[in-house]
């Protein structure tokens, strides 16, 4: 009998481990995520970005709720649209418009990875307008 309490108390004790680790790995995530967007923010403000991006107001390029109400925070969205930012897009290319993005290839892909994190991580604004295609 008190070797089934024993094993009772200490396959609890291992399922709860399990448990919090779970909870702790998931957290962790969340803390990886919110610092990887930290440092695209500092890159965004550090890099010539913000003379044609903002929040809200489309200012030369498209604004981050424009960004977001376009596309999802998948992996492959985000290596999509770092690539764009590293190679520019020529006025006649844009499919916000005919405006130029200048290109950027001095950036690395996981740094401009970071920046676009951090330009998904507004919520889309469903009041604004879209340019995407409408040239
Ligand atoms: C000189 C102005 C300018 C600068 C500087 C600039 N952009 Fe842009 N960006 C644009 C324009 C214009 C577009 C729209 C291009 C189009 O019509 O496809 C754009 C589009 C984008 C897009 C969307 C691309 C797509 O295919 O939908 C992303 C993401 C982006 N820029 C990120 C960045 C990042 C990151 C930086 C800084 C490293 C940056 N931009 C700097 C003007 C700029």
């Not at 005919?98 to 892909?109: A, G, N």
Request: charge should be positive.
């Amino acid at each position: 009998m008190r070797l089934f309490f024993f094993l009772l108390l200490l396959s609890l004790f291992i399922f709860s481990c399990g448990r919090n680790k779970n909870v702790s790995s998931k957290e962790a995530k969340n803390t990886a995520q919110k610092a990887v967007i930290e440092k695209g923010r500092v890159l965004f403000e550090r890099e010539d970005c913000s003379g044609c991006h903002a929040e809200r107001d489309a200012i030369i390029g498209p604004s981050f709720r424009q960004l977001a109400g376009e596309y999802a925070a998948t992996d492959a969205n985000i290596s999509h649209l770092a690539n764009m930012a590293i190679i520019g897009v020529k006025p006649e290319q844009g499919i916000w418009g005919s405006r130029e993005m200048t290109p950027h290839p001095h950036l690395k892909q996981e740094d401009a990875e970071a920046i676009i994190r951090y330009m998904l991580s507004f919520p889309a604004d469903p009041k604004k307008p879209f340019l995407h295609n409408t040239k």
